[in-house]
C-alpha cells in the first residue's frame, strides 16, 4: 500500500490535470517551466509572490479525505480575460461587461476542472478524496505564506500546518501560470 | 414537443458552456445552481435530461440524485453526471444511485451532446423553408461499396449534378468518412460482407451527427429480402441494381426536400422562364404545378413582367402537358405578365391539331421571344375559364 506520494507523481499530476484542461477546453498547449520550491512548511518555506505589480485571479479548490490538500491556481488577470472569452465564446467587450464576476466564474471552473484531474489521480492511487467548493482571490502583490512569516503583503492564507509544498510553474500562449500545491496525506 | 434539459451546476460557466452545446439542437435549457434549484426545477417542469454536478453549495449533487431517485414521479428521468468529481471508486458509488452516464470534466461538447443524444431524441434546428437546400447545392453523396463499377457508374450518371460523391468500400471507412465530414446522404450496399451495411446502420443511427441523415440501402432488386430487411431496420429507401439514376435522383431530392424549382424556373435579365424538360413525366409536371403559383408571384414582386414558357425540349405535347400550360397562361393574365411561347417544329405542328391550342402562337428561338415581348407583342392565347 502506498502511504507517500513522490514529488514526481505529484508534478506528473498536476502536469497532466493542467494540460488537459487548458487543451480540452481552451484549446491551449500548456508546457511545464519548472518547480519552485518543495519544502516542508515546517522547515520554513519562503513565501509565494507571484508577481510583484500584475493583477492575478487565484482559483482555490480544496480536496479533503484520505489526503487533504488546497491548490492555487495563479494566473494574471489578462490571461484571466481573455480565457474567460475563449471558454465562453464571448469577446473582450462582452468580457469588459459581465464585470469580474464573469472571469472569476471562468478561473474557479478551470481551477475545479484542474483540482479535480489532479485528486482524481489521488483516489486511484488510493487515496480517495473529494473536492470542496471553489473560491476566487483577487490582487496584487499578494503571497500565500506556509507558516507565520515575517514578511505580509495584502493578505495571506494559512494552510494546513504539517503539510508539503510545491510550487510548479506552467507557460500558456505567451503567459505564465502558476499552482501552489499544499497537502497532507492522513489526517 | 421540444426537450427540456435541465443543468445544475454551480458554475454559470458550465451552465453557459452547456447552453451553448445544445443550441444547435431543438431543446429547451433549464438551469439550477444546486441540488435544491435542481429539485425545484425538476419537479416543476420534469425535464427530459439532467446534467448534474456533484460539488455544490446548498446541496450537492449525490444528494440531489438520492432525492430525485426517491420521488415516484422524479426517479425515471435520466441524469448524467457533468462534474470534476471522478476516481474510479467515486464514479462506481454514485453510479449504483443510479445515474444513465458520467462524464469527467474538463469535457468536450461533442460529447456531452453524443451522450445526450443516447438518451434523449436531439433534432438538429433546421433551417426554414426559405434557407432549404437547392438542387443547385453540391450535396455530398457517401457511397459504401465494394464495387467499384457501381460507384463510377454513379458518378457517371449524376454528373449532371453539383452532387459531390466520394465513395469508401468498408463500413470501417465509412465511419472514419462521417467522422470526418458528416455527408449530406449515404448510399450504402446492402450486399457488404456479413451484413455489415446494417451493423453500420445501426452505429449512424445512434450517433446525433449522422441521426437524421437520409440513408439508402443498394441492393439488387431480386433480393426481396434484404429490401424488407432495410426497410424494417428503418432505411431511407432501397435503391435496386441495375440502378436508375432517375430513381436515386428523386429519391435523394425528396430525402432532403431540395428545392427544385430551380430546374423548371429561372429569371434572365427582365424575363420570368418556365421551362419544361424532356422526359416531360406526372411527376415533373406535377412539381411544376406546385411551384408555378409560387415563383411567378416572386418574380412579379422583383419587378419582372415578361415571361417565357419554353418546351422546345418536348418530343411531344399530351393532355396534362396542355392543361399545365393554360393553368401557367391564365396565371400570367391574373398578373398582368406578357409572355411568348417557344416551341420546336413537333409541337408547333401538334398544337396546331388541338382545338383549344391552334391559335397559340410559337417562336423557334428564346431570341426571337424576347425581341418579341420586348417590342411589347404578347402571345395571342385564349384561355379557356
Redesign the interface.
Known sequence: MITQISEDMIRGSITRAVQ??FK??LHHDVVFAGASSSLNPDEGAPPLVVTESVPQVVGTVGFIGEANGLIYLYISDEFARRL?GE???MTPEEVAAGGDE?VN??I??IT??T???F??A???TGF?C?????SILRGSNFSVEPISSATRYNFSVEPISSATRYIFHFNCAGYRLVSDILMKIGD | MRNKILTVD?????R??VR?AFKPFDCDILEAANGVEGLAVAGKETPDLILLD????VMDGVEMLTKLKADPALKSIPVIML????????VLKIAKIGVRDYI?????EDVLIEKAGRIIDLKPLTDGPAKARSILDPIDVLIIEDKPAIVQQIQEGLKHTPWKFRGVNTTGEAIDSCHRQVPDVILVSLSLPEESAFTLFRLLRANIKTKYTPIFGMVVKTDTTAQQQAQTVGFTGVITKPIEMTDIEGKVVKALNLDTSLRYFTSEQEFFIMRLPEPCSTLVLSEVATYLKVKVAEAVDRGINRAIIDIHELRGLNMNVIKLLFQAMQTYKELAMQFALVGNHQIISECKGFEDTRNWTFYETMEQAKASLAAGVSAAVAVPA
Open positions: 488537459d484542461v480540452t477546453m474567460t471558454m465562453l465564446g464573469v466564474d471562468a474557479g471552473e475545479n476542472m483540482v479535480g484531474g485528486k482524481n489521488l483516489c486511484d480517495p473529494k473536492l470542496t467548493i471553489t | 454551480d458554475s454559470k460557466t458550465v453557459i458552456i451553448k456533484i460539488t455544490m453549495p462534474t470534476a468529481e471522478g476516481g474510479r471508486d467515486n469527467v470534466k474538463p469535457f468536450k
